[in-house]
C-alpha cells in the first residue's frame, strides 16, 4: 500500500484517486472514439470526473490510517465553526494574502459545477434547482469532513459552515458563466453554411 508519514501519522494520499478516475475516463473516451457520444458531452463527462475526483483528493484526502492515539490525546475534538458568516467575516476584517487564498480557493471548489452541471442535467438549467443542489455539495464536502474527524477520534479537518457557503457562491458564479461558455462553444464547434452564388446573368 502507499502511504506516507506525516509527524505521527500514516497517511494514504490523495492521488490514489487517480486510480479509479483514470479507468472512468479511458470508459467514456472510448465510447465517444467509437462514434456512439456527442463530443460536447464527453467533455461536460469528463470535466465532471477531473472535478469530483479532484475534490475527494482534495477535500477527504489524505487519510489518516496510523498514529492517530497522539493527536487523540493533544488535540481531542476542537470547535467547529457552525456560525454562518463568522468566519467570512473575520476573514473579510484581517484580509491577508492566506486569507484571500482562503475565500478564493472556497469558490473555486465547486465553480466547475456551474458549467457542466447544467450541461449534463437539463434541470438543474433552472437556477433554484441548481442552487439547492450547489448547497446540498457544499455542506456534503463539510459532513463528511466532520464525519471522519469523529471516526479518527480529533478533529483531523475543521468543519466550517462558511466553507459550505464559499462552495455554493463559487457554483453560482459558474452557473452565472455557463450559457456565456455554452453559446461560445456552439460557435466555435458549428460548421459555417456555404454561402449561395447568385447565377451570373
Known amino acids: 500500500m502507499i502511504t506516507f508519514t506525516d509527524g505521527q501519522l500514516t ?7 487517480l486510480i479509479p478516475a483514470a479507468i472512468l475516463a479511458a470508459r467514456i473516451w472510448r465510447r465517444d472514439a467509437g462514434g456512439r457520444a456527442d463530443h460536447a458531452r464527453t467533455l ?3 470535466l465532471a470526473l477531473a472535478h469530483v475526483s479532484a475534490v ?9 490510517i496510523a498514529g492517530q492515539e497522539f493527536y487523540r490525546l493533544t ?8 456560525v454562518p458568516f463568522g468566519t467570512i467575516s473575520w476573514q473579510l476584517t484581517h484580509l491577508r494574502l492566506n486569507t484571500i487564498f482562503q475565500l478564493v480557493g472556497n469558490m473555486v471548489v465547486l465553480g ?19 442552487l439547492l443542489v450547489a448547497i446540498a455539495f457544499g455542506v456534503g464536502i463539510e459532513l463528511t469532513q466532520l464525519a ?37 462553444y456552439r460557435h466555435r464547434t458549428e460548421p459555417v453554411e456555404p454561402v449561395a452564388r447568385r447565377p451570373a446573368s
Do not use: K, Q
Open 11 to 17: 497517511l494514504i494520499p490523495g492521488f490514489v484517486v
Open 44 to 46: 461536460m463527462e469528463l
Open 56 to 64: 475527494i483528493a482534495l477535500t477527504i484526502f489524505p487519510i489518516p
Open 75 to 82: 488535540r481531542g475534538m476542537t470547535e467547529d465553526n457552525l
Open 112 to 130: 466547475p459545477l456551474g458549467v457542466y452541471g447544467p450541461a449534463l442535467w437539463p434541470a438543474l438549467r433552472d437556477w433554484r434547482r441548481f
Open 148 to 184: 471522519g474527524s469523529v471516526l479518527e477520534g480529533f478533529t483531523y479537518r475543521v468543519t466550517d459552515v462558511d466553507d459550505a457557503i464559499m462552495n455554493a457562491t463559487g457554483a453560482m458564479v459558474g452557473f452565472a458563466a455557463w450559457p456565456w461558455i455554452a453559446a461560445e
